[in-house]
């Protein structure tokens, strides 16, 4: 970015690059793809909004170059913690538009930190009777392998920072960062 971006001068350092981001999400499609070649009715991706956004589109694309056909479903939910922490009490606040009964399904994930709303997501879908339920998520922090989540496709694993970019926000901010970094101290002083 030679002219730079107003988002810029907020970035204390890059955690991954666009083009990191670009190439894991082509190797992520084409290893869904290899493992879902009998998915004859396709793959029912479910996007949680809004931090998922972004690797959903980019992801859902790849796969189209690669292999099996997917269908899009979004959903948005609110979890009752406090700050930014999650409780794993998580109420719906936009739910499947339809059946997911027989279908095969997987989770499209932003990060996976304590893992705590993704483990109450499990239970939700496979409660719908699903042909499976796996995940793929782009980033995963430390705490999470704390979590039984069985997270079948991990694009990265980052260091537990609070990281924006690609979907990823602070106070809604940020989400359309190219790539994933770190926020100068200063601008939590500020807001
Ligand atoms: P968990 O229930 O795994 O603790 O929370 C996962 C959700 O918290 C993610 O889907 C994401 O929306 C949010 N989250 C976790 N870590 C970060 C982070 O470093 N930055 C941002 N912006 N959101 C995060």
Redesign the pocket.
Do not use: Y
């Given at each position: 970015m030679a002219d730079g971006s107003w988002y810029d001068a907020d970035i204390d350092h890059v955690i991954i690059s666009e083009q990191q981001i670009r190439d894991k999400i082509d190797e992520l499609a084409k290893q869904v793809s290899t493992d879902h070649t009998d998915a004859v009715d396709g793959i029912l991706l479910v996007c949680?909004l809004k931090?998922?956004v972004m690797f959903m589109a980019d992801f859902a694309r790849s796969l189209g170059r690669h292999g099996p056909s997917t269908e899009m479903e979004f959903m948005a939910v609110s979890?009752y913690g406090q700050g930014?922490?999650?409780s794993?009490v998580v109420r719906i606040l936009k739910d499947l538009d339809r059946d997911i009964a027989g279908r095969h399904v997987l989770v499209v994930?932003?990060?996976?930190?304590?893992?705590?709303?993704?483990s109450w997501l499990m239970k939700y879908l496979e409660s719908r009777s699903p042909a499976s339920v796996e995940v793929v998520a782009l980033f995963r922090?430390p705490?999470?392998v704390k979590v039984q989540v069985p997270v079948r496709y991990v694009g990265f694993d980052i260091p537990n920072?609070?990281?924006?970019g690609y979907g990823?926000?602070?106070s809604e901010r940020y989400r359309e960062l190219p790539y994933v970094g770190v926020l100068k101290p200063e601008v939590y002083a500020r807001s």
């Open positions: 949680v931090g998922a979890s930014t922490t999650s794993g994930e932003d990060i996976v930190d304590s893992g705590l709303t993704l922090k705490d999470a920072e609070f990281v924006v990823l926000d602070f």
